[in-house]
Structure formats: C-alpha cells, structure tokens
C-alpha cells in the first residue's frame, strides 16, 4: 500500500524556520516526483516545491524561492522541504504528494501537516 505521511509542522515566529518530512511506504521515493504543496484557509491548493524521479530536478513557486529548498534521501525514502525565513503567509497546511502538479489525478497525497507562522 502506498503511502506518504507527513511531519515537522509546527507554530514558528516569523523568521524562523522549520524541516518538513514526507516519508514514503509502498515504493520507493525516487519512484516518482515528490511535490511539496500547501493550503491556507479559504485559499486553494498550491504547488510549493517539486523534485524529479532520479535526476533530481527542483522546482519551486516564486513566493518560496531563495528561502525554501526540497532533498530527498533515498536510503530513508523521505523528501525533505527545509523552510527558512518564514512569513505569516507561509501559514497553511502542506501536504506532500506523488506529483507535480496539484490537479494529478492518480497521485498519492499525505495527510497534511500545519504550519502556522506568527509575528
């Protein structure tokens, strides 16, 4: 069985930083692109960060560049997301899944993990 669970969420003062992990069970993490995405109350889902099968490819949204970075550790199966100089419009739920794109239709999601920034 597939699945992805996250963890590392937590409360943070803007500025500081947090380490998200999404850990894989059911395959491999480099089986598939891991993306990193995000939901804020009343807001839809956005891509955050992505990392590609193999090579290693990154992607990330502009809002994120510059302070956020995505790794994956394959002797672990688990994809990181190091955020870094947080805002309070970091605050949101983030989710990993095995896609890129928010609108995949057989991707494997997680459960979520919140992240709440505070002044």
């Known amino acids: 069985e597939v699945q992805l669970v996250e963890s590392g969420g937590g409360l943070v003062q803007a500025g500081g930083s947090l380490r998200l992990s999404c850990a894989a069970s059911?395959?491999?993490?480099?089986?598939?692109?891991i993306g990193w995405f995000r939901q804020a109350p009343g807001k839809e889902r956005e891509g955050v960060s992505c990392?590609?099968?193999?090579?290693?490819?990154?992607y990330y949204a502009d809002s994120v560049k510059g302070r956020f970075t995505i790794s994956r550790d394959n002797a672990k199966n688990t994809v990181y997301l190091q955020m870094n100089s947080l805002k309070r419009e970091d605050t949101a739920v983030y989710y990993c899944?095995?896609?890129?794109?928010?609108?995949?239709?057989?991707?494997?999601w997680g459960q979520g993990t919140q992240v709440t920034v505070s002044l």
């Open positions: 899944a095995t896609s890129c794109s928010v609108s995949a239709p057989s991707a494997y």
């Open positions: 059911g395959f491999t993490s480099d089986d598939y692109a």
């Open positions: 990392i590609s099968t193999r090579d290693d490819n990154t």
